[in-house]
T-cell receptor, first 110, second 114 residues
Framework: TQLLEQSPQFLSIQEGENLTVYCNSSSVFSSLQWYRQEPGEGPVLLVTVVTGGEVKKLKRLTFQFGDARKDSSLHITAAQTGDTGLYLCAAGGGADGLTFGKGTHLIIQP | DSGVTQTPKHLITATGQRVTLRCSPRSGDLSVYWYQQSLDQGLQFLIQYYNGEERAKGNILERFSAQQFPDLHSELNLSSLELGDSALYFC?????????????FGEGSRLTVL
């Protein structure tokens, strides 16, 4: 089973600040996904990255897949209170199923 | 609304009991996944079905079983319940069983074992 380490585990910042969260593994992945989960709801897919070095932007969110396809980062510019949530990375699939990291709990304070 | 329906939303039961969680996938989705989420373990993959057949298996306990029916809905059966089984159980569905497909999650079933 592939292990995905996410850091930091918890992050609380002020509205308007920038932040980066990380997803690391010793395994190489063919693709990696980022999900966001809000309280009382299931995770919702934000992006899938497939190519090493790939950068994808979703409004103020920038996702990067490492060149070696072992790690990924999520950068949020000018964070807003609506960005509050649990950010999960996921990879794998196949016989082992899609594995999720434990997530980064992000709180954006007004 | 993801289109995935899970019932019940909340369930309180006693140790040693058995419960069944139900999931209806999005219309047209052939794959159903079951996950267990707890504060300390995060989102743990239990099992995946694709068009009625078991496709992948995670750390699912022997006390737990699942199946996918011909109409593609799925049930997760949890038996001989223990306090540690208290968690959120999520069902997700996807169009295919592939590695890069998007998973659509239901709102979860919160199980409390007393």
């Amino acid at each position: 089973t592939q292990l995905l380490e996410q850091s930091p585990q918890f992050l609380s910042i002020q509205e308007g600040e920038n932040l980066t969260v990380y997803c690391n593994s010793s395994s190489v992945f063919s693709s990696l996904q980022w999900y966001r989960q809000e309280p009382g709801e299931g995770p919702v897919l934000l992006v899938t990255v497939v190519t090493g070095g790939e950068v994808k932007k979703l409004k103020r969110l920038t996702f990067q897949f490492g060149d070696a396809r072992k790690d990924s980062s999520l950068h949020i510019t000018a964070a807003q209170t609506g960005d509050t949530g649990l950010y999960l990375c996921a990879a794998g699939g196949g016989a082992d199923g899609l594995t999720f990291g434990k997530g980064t709990h992000l709180i954006i304070q007004p | 609304d993801s289109g995935v329906t899970q019932t019940p939303k909340h369930l309180i039961t006693a140790t040693g009991q058995r419960v069944t969680l139900r999931c209806s996938p999005r219309s047209g989705d052939l794959s159903v996944y079951w996950y267990q989420q707890s504060l300390d373990q995060g989102l743990q993959f239990l099992i995946q079905y694709y068009n009625g057949e078991e496709r992948a298996k995670g750390n699912i306990l022997e006390r737990f079983s699942a199946q996918q029916f011909p109409d593609l809905h799925s049930e997760l059966n949890l038996s001989s319940l223990e306090l540690g089984d208290s968690a959120l159980y999520f069902c997700a569905s996807s169009r295919s069983g592939g590695r890069t497909g998007e998973l659509f999650f239901g709102e979860g079933s919160r199980l409390t074992v007393l």
